[in-house]
């Protein structure tokens, strides 16, 4: 995308503003004028209600904060004043500080403020019944994926289940809020960063008519809290982990997270779809050391939760109410593991792989719901044993057992029931592909209390130029696309001479600029409607071994919002740019067992004769992309394996990278020369290798497997350009 260009009209519309802002009003505040109307400083205190004057103040952020708010019963106007903590040309992840700092103040207000450019753009601590309204907080920090269309990264991995001590905050937050009862945030808009509104220690709370869409990871986040009421929310396209056709991890990121004694909430009326998954929610540790609590007696009621790469809700070690909501397209529509005592009913499946799957749930009521197509309709299991460092299973009943099946419709289910190794199952009046049988019997109603919509509150459908589906769940380094800037989107293997390509984005006209390493293309201009069908074409990638293909499309049309909040007026030229680098590496890859005798780590020579001996398995492979959770291929064990991959290719001269991620340990020579060495036992390590390259090399990785998850991957590409 042309990042230079959307940067300039950021640039010039700041420095304008700033130099009206300046020159006729001067530095501080102004008696004169209004002595409750000031400008923002660095490290400015505030301490009674103001407003600020409207304007743009570029001010780094640090621990501290760059505004802070100290006081009881204080409102900050912002109107509309915008308070920027990035520098020109830096990246999200290099965002650091926070932009407005609450500590220690009851019924602080803040409204109207637009705060980008910080780790954290508003944090509040020990602040009760604080309210915040009518603010946007988009294009805050963010990191980097490292994951892509064909591959997957551990290292995008997220895990949120320890905050006690703030541990949430290394990954950057719109909103974060700790001991802060009673709070209220509305009208809050976020996108364009890694986590919306995060929530420790908040009970009593009310969260409703926010849009907090199009992030990396999470949209609202609970840590023990308890008591809230979140509601009217659009939490769509909170995601990453995620391609379409390639893998589908969700690498817990989620719409909705409600984490460690978590209960009683209210989570209603929200559209929390396209998300890793729509509702995470899970006991917590304190729950799995000792088997009490958990998240309980949260009624989560007529949201929807569909297009979920994982599970549209995942509920586990708890007690809840699950009742009348949306769930289509999902690998799993609920998966309930460990989950008691809990009521799922009056819910519309649609199309989902499986659409529950509860192993090891005690008592649930499953009841007047309606599940159309899908692989497997309600699958209850139990497994022969339990993890040994479980606290939870010691104390806890943990068989599959005393359920109720009652009421619900089936309609082109591969497989409606899929019960084993479960006792005391009750079913009564479900019907299987049965026309007679109604989707949801018109005389249902909710068997707990269920709150009623508020008046006036926001339409939380998506807009129509708003893509729908897991296909259009697309995730570069930045997070999920938004379709407010034209893209061109691989939709074949880039492996292909020919590959397919999706113009998205707002409707305008467009043409290829210039290409380079491309043949040709099915078509060099064109019309785009955001709101019609796939818009496809055709581009063959010019011949040879190695191939960088860098395409530029022009566009113009309706406005575009770029990737990083950048506007380009309707109208205005603005230039896409697509690139890839092809080098396939011919891989011969040999696979071996070592035992104590040949151990990698402790007889090294041994292992040495083992694999210049014969291996147990050998294949060939252009893609040196592995990740294996279980064993690697038949006849091989799950741990204790080794891996022998030389590969040879032919690359033009200049300077490269080479990217390697291992799991346990791991050698790689280039051209006989040894250039990284972790012969160690470690989790995913992602390692990059500076070098100069020109003309044939030969790369050989030498890597051996221990125990649990294990990965090898390799790939070369050219020294990156370090931009936004």
């Known amino acids: 995308m042309n990042i230079r260009h959307s940067r300039l009209v950021l640039a010039a519309t700041a420095i304008i503003a700033a130099a009206a802002l300046f020159t006729s009003c001067g530095p501080g505040i102004d008696p004169a004028a209004d002595p409750d109307v000031i400008e923002l400083t660095p490290g400015l205190i505030i301490d009674h209600s103001v407003t600020i004057r409207r304007g743009l103040y570029p001010i780094p952020g640090d621990s501290l904060g760059a505004i802070r708010i100290v006081g009881d019963s204080i409102i900050v106007d912002f109107n509309g004043a915008v308070l920027d903590g990035a520098t020109a040309g830096q990246a999200p992840d290099e965002f650091s500080g926070i932009g407005i700092l609450v500590e220690k103040s009851a019924a602080v207000t803040i409204r109207n403020a637009v705060v980008k450019g910080y780790k954290v753009a508003v944090m509040g601590i020990d602040v009760p019944d604080i309210h915040i309204t009518e603010s946007d907080f988009s294009y805050n920090w963010r990191q980097r994926l490292k994951s892509t269309i064909e591959r997957e990264s551990n290292d995008d991995w997220m895990s949120y289940h320890n905050n006690e001590s703030d541990e949430w905050l290394r990954f950057g937050a719109a909103v974060y ?29 009310t969260f409703i008519n926010n849009t907090i869409t199009f992030n990396s990871a999470i949209g609202i986040g609970l840590y023990r809290s308890s008591g809230n009421i979140i509601s009217h929310n659009r939490l769509d396209f909170n995601v990453r982990g995620h391609s379409p056709g390639v893998y589908h991890r969700g690498q817990d990121s989620a719409a909705l997270l409600l984490y460690e004694q978590s209960s009683g909430n209210t989570i209603a009326f929200n559209s929390a779809t396209h998300s890793g998954d729509g509702l995470f929610l899970w006991a917590g540790q304190s729950t799995m050391d000792t088997g ?72 649930l009521t499953v009841a007047f ?182 395409i530029e499309m022009e566009f113009t049309g309706d406005v ?50 083992l694999i210049n001996g014969q291996p147990v398995l050998t294949e060939s492979t252009t893609d040196l992309a592995y990740q294996w959770y279980r064993a690697p291929a038949p006849g091989l064990p799950e741990n204790r394996f080794a891996t022998i991959a030389e590969g ?11 990217d390697l991620t291992s799991d346990d340990g791991v050698r790689l020579w280039l051209d006989g020369k040894l250039i990284h060495d972790d012969w160690t036992y470690h989790a995913p390590r992602q390692e990059i290798i500076s070098v100069r390259l020109g003309g044939s090399h030969l790369i050989r990785a030498e890597h051996f497997e221990i125990d649990g998850y294990s990965t090898l991957m390799v790939a070369i590409r050219p020294v990156p350009t370090r931009q936004p």
């Open 648 to 658: 040879t290719f032919q690359i033009p001269e200049g300077d490269y990278e080479i």
């Open 292 to 363: 009490e609590g958990g998240c309980n007696d949260n009624l989560i009621y007529h949201n929807d939760f569909s297009f979920a790469p994982t599970n549209g809700i995942e509920v586990t070690f708890s007690r809840n109410q699950i009742i009348q909501n949306r769930i289509e397209g999902c690998w799993h529509g609920i998966w309930g593991g460990y989950s008691f005592d809990t009521i799922i009913e009056g819910n519309t499946f649609t199309d989902n792989e499986e659409h529950i799957a509860v192993e090891h749930g005690q008592r």
């Open 369 to 550: 719901n309606s599940f159309t197509g899908g692989d497997v309709g309600l699958k209850f299991w139990e497994r022969a044993s339990q993890p040994a460092d479980w606290g939870y299973s010691k104390v806890r009943e943990v068989a599959s057992t005393g359920h109720m099946f009652a009421q619900n419709s089936f309609t082109g289910v591969g497989q409606p029931f899929d019960v084993t190794n479960t006792s005391d199952v009750e079913r009564e009046s479900n019907w299987i592909d049965d026309p007679s049988g109604p989707a949801i019997p018109a005389s249902y109603t909710p068997s707990v209390p269920v709150p009623v919509a508020l008046p006036g509150a926001i339409d939380i459908s998506l807009p129509p130029q708003i893509k729908t589906g897991r296909d259009y769940m697309l995730i570069d380094e930045w997070g999920p696309y938004d379709f407010r800037s034209p893209v061109l989107w691989p939709r074949s293997k880039r492996s292909d001479l020919v590959q397919t390509f999706e113009i998205l984005g707002p409707s305008g006209e467009w043409s290829i600029k210039s290409a380079e390493g491309v043949k040709s293309f099915s078509r060099a201009s064109g019309s785009h409607l955001a709101t019609g069908g796939p818009d496809l074409i055709e581009v063959t990638r010019a011949p040879g071994s190695t191939v960088n293909m860098v």
């Open 177 to 205: 809020l700790r001991r802060a009862d009673r709070a209220r945030v509305e009208h809050v808009r976020v996108t364009g960063g890694e986590n919306g509104l995060m929530l420790t220690d908040v009970n009593n709370g």
């Open 560 to 609: 575009i919002t770029d990737r990083f909040g950048g506007h380009i007026p309707a109208g205005e030229p603005f230039t896409t740019r697509y690139e890839h680098f092809y080098l396939p590496i011919d891989w011969d890859v040999q696979f071996f067992v070592w035992d104590d005798e040949t151990d990698p780590q402790e007889a090294y020579p041994a292992f040495r004769r």
